[in-house]
């Protein structure tokens, strides 16, 4: 590692880029604090109807939305219109005539079954259909038809800024035309936005009511656009959907700073300094890597050692399975100031077998009388398709008797870990449940999950003994509905591509695995090393025929010139955002420098996996202790930040600068090859206030 003190001015297009870069910070604060007042009252009676129009004042403009089509623009305060959506993508059938209301507007569409209301709300156009007959759906709002839109950006794990009429995402090699993402599951928060090529200007878009809604991309005439579509079902709980349209400055983060300041508005934002004041050990989180430990690395000895090695903070996994941490690890663990956690699952059970994993099998007949089932009286298959997805509603309503949840998480927390990780509960992926014991929508299972997560890090998880210790609770690939329960999570801090799967698996065909097809990604073995996790894998190792979809995916999840931190903007501060847990640092080698640069850029953790039967353990554990001892002041002074400013210092986007809270930190890095401004490519400058000069990492000098 090539660490240097210096400092460094802000020249050419920093300086050009900056102003827009304080516009961002100036309206998020001052939507957090309050000081701009909701669009009620003296906004709503701004509101005029006129033609089968509905005009509506908006921060930045007013907004006009066309009953008939629901097609809908802006017209700035400078005077330039923008197009907030095409038409609805399929007939509504006849309107009635737009009348005013007590907040804003309504009207209906009587042979679609829809009831429409318009008004401002902070600043936003809040647009609600309603169902008012049988199940029906709407493919609205149809955004990015501006002609002069420039990029879209979605938030797929961490975020993603795209192009609109780049060649490689509007080909089958960006996999993303034709792509319907669920925005309660597939995307990691319910807004997205564009951008405007005079970069002055954008939509951000926020669905409150996600379940049932999603959001396709398609490519007309070499561009793309995307509409979303919602479902209206009263069975499934979603006949109510909600859209909130915002002009923006045209930052490529500002539609995710928007929806920091709506989580705020509705009291749904979390705070990681109030997680922390709740529960202290909550604070080892800043600074620490995360890894999971396997074989001897979760044993005192190797946890000493890496104490020696100067890693000064570190979060601790372990699977389940037969040798987890004795409570004398865990003490170690605890001494060298690193916080221990059970990998555990709530959501899938099976009958017991020999090869069955800890986590999924239950006492009783839990499996299979608390399956989720489907519509037909099927149960809905678990993981690999094996078992079946437990109903969460069928334990909440066992828990006060039975206390099976409660009895899981006592006997994994026995030797005295202080953290826990949930896989899948945070994830999104939501069932309705048709058994008649147990049945439930989508949005009560979302609720009752959120409950048993909240027992979990509060520690009143055993409702029928004393309180137990709070536990600093992270889960995969957590939505944003999940923010103010969870200290952590592991998965958002990617834009996973589909095609992941295939390079895990083998599977590049689809259907059952062929014992011909590629293997390059590494199996279950052996058992203290997997290879799944421990073994590099470079684009050259699989087959010639599978090579190109590799590189594809490769560039999808991690091109810096597509990544923009939308996660981080909305949620930084709240909770820390990593990687999934199967893409361990030491996995892709080939994407090494760019996902270092990337974690402190963001002033997200890396991750890793530990084993003392690792052949590359020397390599690893140098990697893990350089990285770290970079990244653990840094974090440890931003973590609890929000961030407050993103750019691009130079046009093809491979310079990228982030501020974060009041300018505690600022962070430049260059994932080019040539200098800029003094910087190296490769390298990343990192700022710190009341820190003198400049931290200087090139990561190239550390990894290998």
């Not at 669905?207 to 490519?219: K, R």
Request: charged letters at 20%; glycine letters at 10%.
């Amino acid at each position: 590692m090539h660490t240097s003190t210096h400092t460094s001015s802000l020249a050419g297009p920093a300086r050009r880029y900056a102003p827009r870069a304080v516009l961002v910070l100036a309206v998020a604060t001052a939507l957090v604090s309050g000081t701009v007042a909701s669009a009620t009252g003296s906004s709503a009676s701004r509101v005029r109807v006129h033609g089968g129009r509905v005009d509506v004042p908006v921060r930045g403009g007013t907004a006009s939305i066309d009953a008939a089509t629901l097609r809908a623009e802006a017209r700035t305060e400078d005077g330039r219109v923008v197009l907030l959506s095409a038409p609805a993508a399929q007939g509504l059938g006849k309107v009635t005539d737009p009348v005013r209301t007590a907040d804003g507007a309504g009207w209906s569409y009587p042979e679609k079954g829809l009831r429409a209301e318009v008004r401002a709300d902070h600043g936003r156009l809040l647009v609600t259909l309603t169902g008012t007959g049988g199940d029906t759906s709407v493919r609205w709002p149809v955004t990015a038809t501006d002609p002069a839109a420039a990029a879209i950006q979605f938030p797929r794990g961490e975020g993603l800024s795209v192009p609109v009429d780049d060649p490689f995402w509007n080909s089958s090699d960006g996999a993303l035309v034709g792509e319907e993402q669920e925005l309660s599951s597939q995307l990691s928060m319910p807004m997205w936005g564009y951008t405007l090529r005079s970069g002055r200007a954008g939509v951000g878009y926020i669905v409150p009511t996600d379940i049932g809604t999603s959001l396709t991309f398609a490519s007309r005439d070499g561009r793309l656009q995307a509409t979303a579509q919602h479902g209206f079902a009263a069975g499934n709980g979603t006949g109510t959907y909600t859209v909130a349209f915002s002009l923006t400055d045209g930052s490529p983060v500002a539609p995710a700073a928007d929806y920091r300041n709506w989580l705020a508005e509705h009291g749904q934002l979390g705070s990681l300094s109030e997680k922390i004041k709740q529960n202290p050990q909550t604070a080892k989180l800043l600074g620490a890597f995360h890894a999971y430990a396997w074989g001897g690395a979760r044993r005192s000895a190797y946890l000493g050692r890496l104490k020696e090695l100067g890693v000064s903070r570190l979060w601790l996994g372990y699977d389940s399975d037969d040798s987890p941490m004795t409570s004398e690890d865990v003490t170690a663990a605890e001494a060298a100031g690193y916080l221990v956690g059970p990998y555990d699952s709530f959501a899938n059970g099976q009958q017991k077998t020999a090869d069955s994993s800890p986590n999924t099998v239950w006492p009783d007949d839990v499996y299979p009388r608390f399956c989720v089932r489907r519509a037909d009286g099927t149960p809905q298959p678990g993981f690999h398709k094996k078992g079946c997805y437990l109903s969460s509603q069928a334990f909440e309503q066992a828990e006060p008797q039975q206390h099976y949840l409660a009895e899981r998480t006592r006997s994994l927390v026995a030797n005295g870990a202080d953290s826990y990780f949930l896989d899948v509960d945070a994830a999104g992926e939501l069932f309705r449940d048709f058994d008649p014991g147990h049945s439930m929508t989508m949005a009560e299972d979302r609720a009752n999950r959120l409950a048993r997560m909240r027992r979990l890090a509060d520690g009143s998880y055993d409702a029928s003994a004393r309180q137990h210790a709070p536990l600093v609770l992270g889960s995969e690939s957590a939505g944003s509905w999940a923010n103010e329960v969870l200290a952590f999570d592991h998965g958002s801090g990617i834009p996973v591509d589909g095609r992941l799967w295939a390079m895990e698996t083998g599977h590049f065909d689809g259907g059952p695995q062929d014992p011909k097809d590629d293997g390059a990604w590494g199996g279950y073995t052996p058992e203290q090393a997997a290879a799944t996790f421990f073994k590099p894998v470079r684009t050259t190792d699989f087959k010639p025929e599978h090579q190109a979809r590799v590189a594809a995916a490769l560039k999808a999840m991690y091109d810096p010139r597509y990544r923009v931190p939308l996660y981080e903007t909305a949620l930084h501060g709240s909770l820390v955002n990593v990687e999934r847990w199967e893409l361990p640092f030491g996995k892709l080698p080939e994407q090494k420098t760019t996902r270092a640069l990337l974690a402190m850029l963001y002033n997200t953790p890396l991750n890793f996996v530990l084993s003392d039967k690792d052949p590359r353990n020397g390599q690893n554990l140098r990697e893990l202790t350089a990285l770290q001892q970079y990244f653990a002041p840094l974090h440890q002074a931003a973590g609890t930040q929000w961030l407050t400013s993103f750019r691009w210092l130079t046009d093809d986007h491979l310079v990228q600068r982030t501020v974060f809270g009041d300018g505690t930190l600022t962070v430049t890095a260059n994932f080019g090859t040539t200098a800029h401004d003094g910087l190296p490519g490769g390298c990343v400058d990192a700022t710190l206030r009341g820190r003198p000069g400049t931290q200087r990492l090139c990561p190239s000098d550390v990894v290998s």
